[in-house]
């Protein structure tokens, strides 16, 4: 009778240290899994109520100069930060270059930007993004130009317009 007693505790015993390794395995691996999950779930979250639209257009092949009016459609709000991290790339299509943000514009591809109306550093649902660009790959006169804005976040949008005087 004692043996059986013995036996059982051992038996006891061992799957309770069984289950004590099992669960310090197993845990670190779920709680990783969900952060992945969390992140990523976040990720999709800004991606989906995030959306810009091109609202208008303007491009003087004179004055190497581009203006480009956005409109944020989304239901999320886009932090200043984003904003500046930003790409624009601007010129003729097939001859553009990445413009590189700058306090004031220089015929190298710079470009500088303002939130229109802004009362938090957010470009908020409604609120409208002003672009004003210079580079000297702008086309002549009645060719067309090439536009693209890009968030970190991946939102991308791009147009083609034709240049004025």
Known sequence: MSSETFTTAMFLIAAIISAGVL??????VIYTLSSTISSSSHNVDERLSTDVKVVTTYASSSGHTAKIWLKNIGTGRVPDASIQRADVFLGGRGNFIRLTRAATLDEG???????LEDANNYW???ETLYIEAMTTQIPVKGDIVYFQFVLPSGLSRSTTFTASD
């Open 23 to 28: 669960i310090n395995a197993v845990f670190p």
């Open 109 to 115: 591809g710079t470009w500088r930007y303002e939130i």
């Open 124 to 126: 908020d649902p409604g």
